[in-house]
T-cell receptor
Framework: GQNIDQPTEMTATEGAIVQINCTYQTSGFNGLFWYQQHAGEAPTFLSYNVLDGLEEKGRFSSFLSRSKGYSYLLLKELQMKDSASYLCAVRDSNYQLIWGAGTKLIIKP | KAGVTQTPRYLIKTRGQQVTLSCSPISGHRSVSWYQQTPGQGLQFLFEYFSETQRNKGNFPGRFSGRQFSNSRSEMNVSTLELGDSALYLC????????????FGPGTRLTVL
């Protein structure tokens, strides 16, 4: 079967750095996505990786290793507004998005 | 540009009833996907429509169906509602099948009693 694993919850301190991991086993691979979802709101797009390596976008970076079935989202200079759930999703060979259950990130002052 | 809109935002139904949810994508977007979100389960893909044709379908029973109109608006129907259908139903649109970024609507919170 297809599976996306990510930690259920993480806690970090304001101003610090946090890395949220995502491992996947899917039928084929056509890209990996990270979305942010604040409580009670719709998910919003953060990043897309299809080739190995690091993609940097401001305070957020996303890394992909296709051979290891692994990605991480790196958040730097954490702010209270970064408290949210972070969703990892993989597009499989049928171009269908398979989603992880999400990682709830709690930022403490 | 207006975002993705979904109606209604909240809905309470009883077991056995049916429900229709509506989604209007961002103007110009022709692809609409539907997801079910439940706590601890993440998003589960229901189906995707592009130019009025269903392009992809998730592993949901036949009670879940959808359609897309010529103006790209989409509806999702669930018949013979079960308690387990209580969830947040999210609609997302993208410019085309090759576009990577999906834009989500606020969702419809369905409660089945």
């Amino acid at each position: 079967g297809q599976n996306i694993d990510q930690p259920t919850e993480m806690t970090a301190t304001e101003g610090a750095i946090v890395q949220i991991n995502c491992t996947y086993q899917t039928s084929g691979f056509n890209g990996l996505f990270w979305y942010q979802q604040h409580a009670g709101e719709a998910p919003t797009f953060l990043s897309y990786n299809v080739l190995d390596g690091l993609e940097e976008k401001g305070r957020f970076s996303s890394f992909l290793s296709r051979s290891k079935g692994y990605s991480y989202l790196l958040l730097k200079e954490l702010q209270m507004k970064d408290s949210a759930s972070y969703l990892c999703a993989v597009r499989d060979s049928n171009y269908q998005l398979i989603w992880g259950a999400g990682t709830k990130l709690i930022i403490k002052p | 540009k207006a975002g993705v809109t979904q109606t209604p935002r909240y809905l309470i139904k009883t077991r056995g009833q049916q429900v229709t949810l509506s989604c209007s994508p961002i103007s110009g977007h022709r692809s609409v996907s539907w997801y079910q979100q439940t706590p601890g389960q993440g998003l589960q893909f229901l189906f995707e429509y592009f130019s009025e044709t269903q392009r992809n379908k998730g592993n949901f029973p036949g009670r879940f169906s959808g359609r897309q109109f010529s103006n790209s608006r989409s509806e999702m129907n669930v018949s013979t509602l079960e308690l387990g259908d209580s969830a947040l139903y999210l609609c997302a649109s993208r410019a085309g099948q090759g576009a990577n970024e999906q834009f989500f609507g606020p969702g419809t919170r369905l409660t089945v009693l």
